[in-house]
């Protein structure tokens, strides 16, 4: 398996990873201006993109996802649950759905909460073991942060979507489960992300102050008392991400 974390614009982070052996690889979360990089990896792994993934529909930067799909005649793929959303065909991802890319296993886990359409990318490289090695977490789980719930103004109502995501479908995995998010410090995404790139599930679990918290009323009263600024022309970006 390769795996390649691309730090880019906004804080935001961009992923490329599959199986060299058999050719095959997924561009995550990819954003405008990077199609050549994603090209060019692709070249020197020896690889074909398969699927392009945005984790959800991005407020904070205009996504190179779709662009890139169209390059390299990539399926490109958002929750099923944009259909009503956004103005142009995609594939649709379903909560468990699973794509292999050769050796390497991804599946798909639906995280509302960040927003409606959130979703997270649990990864196995069979090669290595039965056991997932890691997972991309999108906006909805940061190093030492969480998710902001507010974009879509009921941010009490997301952020109790985003307390039952994150302990039905993270916080249950292993340990020893990396996580790579997809945003570092400086983003708007979430309040006091790290500047550190990747942690693991027990680590978070010990040491971010919002997983410590077991009741959901106060998880809720804990990420809604401290929200970043929205995005600079959020309305803008959001508009540019899904227009035919």
């Known amino acids: ?3 390649r974390q691309l730090a880019t614009k906004e804080s935001s982070l961009s992923y490329f990873f599959g199986c060299g052996t058999l050719g095959k690889s997924v561009a995550v979360d990819v954003v405008a201006g ?3 990089w994603f090209v060019e990896e692709a070249k020197k792994a020896g690889v074909t993109i398969s699927h392009v993934i945005d984790t959800h529909v991005h407020a904070d930067h205009y996504s190179g996802g779709r662009k890139l799909a169209a ?4 399926e490109y793929c958002l929750h099923e649950s944009d259909a009503a959303l956004v103005k142009f065909p995609f594939h649709a991802l379903h909560d468990g759905d699973v794509i292999e890319a050769g050796n390497v296993v991804v599946k798909v886990l639906h995280t509302p909460g ?3 359409d959130s979703i997270c990318l649990l990864v196995t490289d069979q090669r290595r073991g039965e056991q997932p090695w890691f997972v991309l977490t999108g906006d909805t789980l940061f190093v030492g942060s969480i998710g902001r719930p ?3 103004g009921r941010e009490k109502e997301m952020a109790g979507m985003l307390f039952d995501s994150l302990h039905a479908k993270l916080l249950n995995l292993p340990n020893e489960t ?5 945003h570092q410090a400086g983003s708007v995404c979430g309040a006091g992300i790290s500047g550190k790139p990747s942690s693991t599930i027990g680590f978070e679990k010990r040491f971010s ?3 410590h ?3 959901r009323d106060e998880f809720v009263r804990y990420l809604t008392s401290e929200i970043p600024p929205r995005p600079a022309e959020m309305a803008k970006m959001v508009a540019a991400n899904i227009a035919a």
Request: aromatic letters at 12%; glycine letters at 12%.
């Open 1 to 3: 398996m390769f795996f």
């Open 213 to 215: 918290m077991a009741d």
């Open 34 to 36: 990077d199609e050549e």
């Open 150 to 152: 507010d974009l879509a």
């Open 178 to 182: 990396e996580i790579f998010p997809g």
């Open 71 to 74: 390059m390299v005649g990539a």
């Open 209 to 211: 102050p919002g997983l």
């Open 114 to 116: 960040h927003t409606m």
